[in-house]
């Protein structure tokens, strides 16, 4: 009786190790599953953000990218205003900073202009974006300026805006003033003459 009893019990344990082995092993593979440990997403900084460009020319984006542990990697998504299909372009490291930046060339600038969003993604996976897909940020290109908006030339330093003809007719008409002040009272045979000598020099500063 006794040995039918032990029997029994070294049965139910066998059975009962069998039955909690998958359970173990699953409870293993979530283990294995879980994240890294690196919750933290990479964090941007942008120094300057130019909302303009000038026709013709080149538009440069940098931005600080810091992250805990390492960033693998950072992505410019840009397109023309009013389009439907972002352009991906990889941003470099710039030398020993935290720095990267990217160039977009002036002949992928067309009216009105550009917008952007940007993406980090560090060593664990994780991303961030500064702009969205949806909400990106914009860059303006600049009208040219019209011809006839161009403002007047400014006479150059030294002639105070007075030309050397001026002077030299005033002049002429102080000769002119003097000649006929000496034609008064008197003999009208033997008009008096008078002589009046005018230098007229332009001014300097």
């Known amino acids: 009786m006794l040995k039918n009893i032990l029997k029994s019990i070294i049965i139910i344990l066998v059975c ?13 593979a979530v283990q294995l599953s879980l994240p890294s440990g690196d919750p933290v997403p990479p964090e941007f ?22 992250d805990n542990v390492g960033v693998e990697d950072v992505s410019l998504y840009f397109r023309v205003i009013g389009t439907d299909e972002y352009k991906r372009r990889i941003m470099t490291k710039v030398g020993e900073t935290d720095n990267y930046s990217v160039k977009v060339n002036a002949d992928e600038i067309k009216p009105p202009g550009i917008e952007y969003f940007v993406q980090a993604k560090d060593l664990a996976g994780n991303t961030v974006t500064l702009g969205y897909d949806f909400s990106p940020l914009s860059v303006n290109l600049v009208a040219p300026v019209p011809q006839n908006d161009v403002p007047p030339i400014p006479p150059p330093d030294g002639d105070n805006g007075i030309s050397k003809w001026v002077w030299i007719g005033l002049g002429a008409l102080v000769l002119g003033a003097a000649a006929l002040s ?12 008078a002589t009046l000598n005018v230098t007229a020099t332009e001014p300097t500063n």
């Open 45 to 66: 900084t942008q120094e300057v953000y130019e909302n303009t460009v000038q026709p013709g020319s080149d538009h440069e984006i940098i931005l600080k990218v810091t």
């Open 182 to 193: 000496g034609g008064g009272g008197g003999d009208d045979s033997a008009p008096s003459t």
């Open 16 to 28: 009962s190790s069998l039955a909690y082995s998958p359970l173990l092993s699953a409870r293993e």
